[in-house]
């Protein structure tokens, strides 16, 4: 590992919403400095304009946020290293490129688009479909390299469009380390001479990345596998400049949950599940759903995410963003692609869910609700409905039955479960329920089990046709919990009505 302070950079284009792939680039970094003592920054990467979209750099600074892993450096962060926005750095990258020109690293290329369109069709019915702008090719292109410089020096003084290409050298094994990948090597006869400037003034990604990984002193590079082709590139350019090349990790790609293929955008809506951390809606209206709009606490998203091509060597799947911290390393992070997982993602809620407080539940409840409930009994219907919920909206949902008397009743289990003889055994339960003095989980179990034993019945028999009249549905928390909840009165009317009620469903049946 470099000795240098590690300094590492999340540099998303601003062309749409962050994908989770995207978020968890960004957390491994975040991960990797904190570990490291290092520094965490962001950097957006807006050279391609024609590809902009409004409000995706405001949504990924929100996302990250929330998903609690902010950098310390980037736009309306302060830093540094400025600006961090490389729209705003414009004028930065010419000086860059024109050295490489006067070293004969690059070239001016005055190719129109029609004249490299034409070259394509004619290569194509030649029966070679993928023409590249290469070592070979240039040589029969109007370049600086086979134009007379005096024509070159006109073409310039008169403001002919050009561009400048990287002059790939012919036939050179590249060869670089990646962290995770281990050695990488590629010859140049397979790389094309990339455009580094574009003509309306703008570097190209590959340029601007390089010029501001070098002058932001990036120690090390952590990007998703799909910039793992553009890395050659990237060692011939910091080669050129004669500058050190930072450590690449390269990370693996994330994966559709039947393992077919790399999960897309598309994807998450299709397949049932978000795959961007916060909602998003087009220019067109149409909505991605995200994960904290969908209720998913940030920390078992993030957790999730971790999990998704890392491995802490142990059996540990609960962390907190420090446990992260402390367990993070990049030599555990996987080569193979990892397939998402939407029930285990699920798993992870359900796990952060339980860990909170019932005070800490039971204020978002009130804030959902619109404070339509005493606090106190919100509290207690988070204690027992918790364990059995995935969102927190789920325990107002699920257990609306505690906060009010039940208007649905399920007629499936009823006309299943419901004996002729059950609503005489319910009625005398009710009349021992009556009885109890301290009307609390204990004493109501207690006497339950001594109902049974001197009507020699099941629990099934008896317990569940009780839930069903208090409660209306055939599942849920305990039901002594439920019956000292709820008081004694309240059971004992409810009883009542249930009975009525199943009374009617059995009579329509
Ligand atoms: N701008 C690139 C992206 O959108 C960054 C790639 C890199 O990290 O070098 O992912």
Redesign the pocket.
């Known amino acids: 590992m470099s000795q240098k302070p590690v300094r590492v950079r999340f ?3 601003p062309t749409g919403p962050l994908h989770m792939g ?1 978020v968890r680039t960004a957390l491994y970094n975040y991960l990797f400095a904190k570990k490291n003592n290092g520094t965490f920054l962001i950097r957006i ?1 807006d050279t391609d304009q024609t590809r902009f979209v409004p409000g995706a750099q405001e949504y990924i600074m929100d996302a990250l946020k929330w998903c609690g892993i902010m950098p310390t450096e980037g736009p309306g962060l302060g830093g540094n290293y400025g600006p961090y926005v490389q729209s705003e750095r414009k004028e930065m990258y010419q000086p860059y490129a024109e050295q490489l020109v006067k070293e004969e690293k690059a070239y001016y290329a005055f190719d129109s688009a029609e004249e490299l369109d034409n070259m394509r069709e004619q290569a194509k019915k030649m029966g070679m479909p993928n023409w590249q702008y290469n070592s070979v090719t240039r040589t029969s292109m109007r370049n600086s390299l086979t134009l007379p410089q005096t024509e070159v020096d006109r073409l310039l003084a008169e403001g002919e469009p050009y561009v400048i290409r990287m002059k790939m050298p012919r036939n050179r094994d590249i060869r670089f380390h990646d962290i995770i990948r281990g050695w990488v090597v590629v010859n140049t006869n397979n790389l094309d001479d990339k455009v580094l400037f574009k003509s309306d003034g703008m570097p190209t ?1 590959h340029l601007a ?1 390089i010029v501001d990984d070098h002058t932001m002193e990036i120690s090390h ?1 952590i ?2 596998e799909e ?1 793992l082709p553009s890395a050659p590139l990237h060692v011939m350019l910091y080669e050129a400049f004669g500058w050190d090349c930072p450590e690449f990790a390269h990370l693996p790609l994330l994966l559709r949950p039947d393992g077919n293929g790399k999960l897309s955008k598309r994807d998450g809506d299709r397949l049932g599940f978000p795959v961007f951390p916060t909602d998003w809606t087009t220019a067109e209206g149409e909505l991605y759903s995200g994960y904290r709009e969908k209720g998913y606490l940030p920390g078992a998203f993030i957790n999730m995410l971790a999990l998704l091509g890392w491995n802490p060597g142990t059996t540990q799947e609960i962390f907190t963003l420090d446990e992260l911290v402390e367990a993070f390393s990049l030599d555990r992070v996987s080569k193979a692609g990892a397939k998402f997982d939407p029930e285990k993602t699920k798993w992870f809620q359900q796990q952060y869910l339980r860990a909170q407080s019932d005070e800490e539940i039971a204020l978002k409840l009130q804030e959902i609700s619109e404070n339509e409930y005493n606090f106190e009994t919100l509290k207690a219907v988070c204690h027992l409905m918790k364990e059995r919920a995935t969102f927190v909206q789920d325990i107002l949902t699920d257990g609306a039955y505690l906060l009010a008397r039940p208007t649905v009743f399920d007629r499936e289990t009823i006309s299943k479960k419901w004996k002729p003889e059950t609503t005489a055994v319910i009625e005398e339960w009710k009349n021992e329920l009556a009885q109890i003095n301290e009307f609390n989980s204990t004493n109501v179990e207690t006497a339950f089990k001594a109902f049974l034993e001197r009507k020699q019945m099941g629990i099934g028999a008896v317990l569940l046709p009780f839930r069903l009249a208090v409660t209306g549905v055939g599942a849920g928390p305990g039901m002594f919990d439920i019956s000292a909840f709820l008081g004694k009165d309240e059971v004992v009317a409810r009883i009542e009505l249930g009975l009525k009620k199943i009374t009617e469903i059995l009579n329509e049946a």
């Open positions: 540099a998303p284009s995207g990467e990604y990345n590079v990007r998703g910039w």
